[in-house]
């Protein structure tokens, strides 16, 4: 088992993922912590990469299962090369997306279940799960309007009110399951406000 300290970060389109992992990391880094942040799809080279074929405009149709393949191979890549290691010295892993956006994304959103999704990850991380979950959780359309202003559109930015409030409802149903490995944060409020009550959160997670 990993010594180190599992977190991650999820929430729909414009819930200030980013933004939020800088500030707990650097919370944690003036605790004298050893913190890598990372993220999903990509997270290292070779997972960066499938990411960059998954994502470019060329290939602008991919297979739905195809697509869960590629995640699913990218996660792998991230976990062996950059997560594991870290946890294995001890570190603090924070986590922009994993599994959970998967589960989101393509078990519900896109339709594949959680089944398929659940399946696949018991292949490429067995026996893992994070030690704490966030969910940055706020109205799709406030999240939207983040989004537009700045002028990102990728594949799923683009789909339609609907799919988002289908992502919103099928994470905090994950949420509700799993109250133990989640906190859900109020992500409408401004960004003082989140990093204090994610700051709380992991406080009290960890008893730091
Ligand atoms: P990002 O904008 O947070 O970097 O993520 C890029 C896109 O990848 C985002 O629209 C969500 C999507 N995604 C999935 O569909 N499934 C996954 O498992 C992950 C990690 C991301």
């Keep these: 088992m990993p010594k180190g ?7 729909g ?5 980013s933004t939020q992992i800088r500030r707990l990391a650097a919370f944690l880094r003036d605790k004298g912590l050893d913190v890598v942040t990372t993220r999903e799809v990509g997270g290292c080279p070779s997972a960066e990469a499938i990411r960059d074929l998954w994502l470019s405009p060329e290939n602008d149709y991919w297979d739905s299962v195809t697509e869960l393949l590629l995640i699913m191979a990218a ?7 950059t997560v594991f290691p870290a946890l294995g010295r001890g570190a603090w892993v924070l986590s922009d997306r994993f ?26 991380a067995p026996d893992f799960a994070p030690d704490l979950t966030l969910l940055l959780d706020l109205p799709v359309e406030q999240g ?15 789909k339609d009110r609907a799919f988002h409030e289908l992502l919103r409802q099928a ?8 109250p133990l490995r989640f906190r859900v944060i109020d992500a409408s409020q401004s960004e003082e406000r989140v990093a204090d009550a994610v700051c709380r959160a992991v406080r009290e997670a960890f008893s730091l």
């Design 75 to 81: 996660r792998r890549e991230h976990l062996v090369k």
């Design 13 to 17: 389109e414009g819930a200030g993922k």
């Design 99 to 124: 599994a959970d956006s998967t589960r989101a994304y393509q078990g519900v959103g896109l339709g594949l279940g959680l089944d398929k999704v659940e399946s696949l990850y018991r292949l490429v």
């Design 171 to 178: 994470y905090l149903t994950l949420a509700q399951k799993d």
């Design 144 to 158: 939207l309007a983040r989004i537009a202003q700045r002028g990102d559109d990728d594949r799923y930015q683009q």
């Design 5 to 11: 300290t599992f977190i991650t970060f999820e929430g």
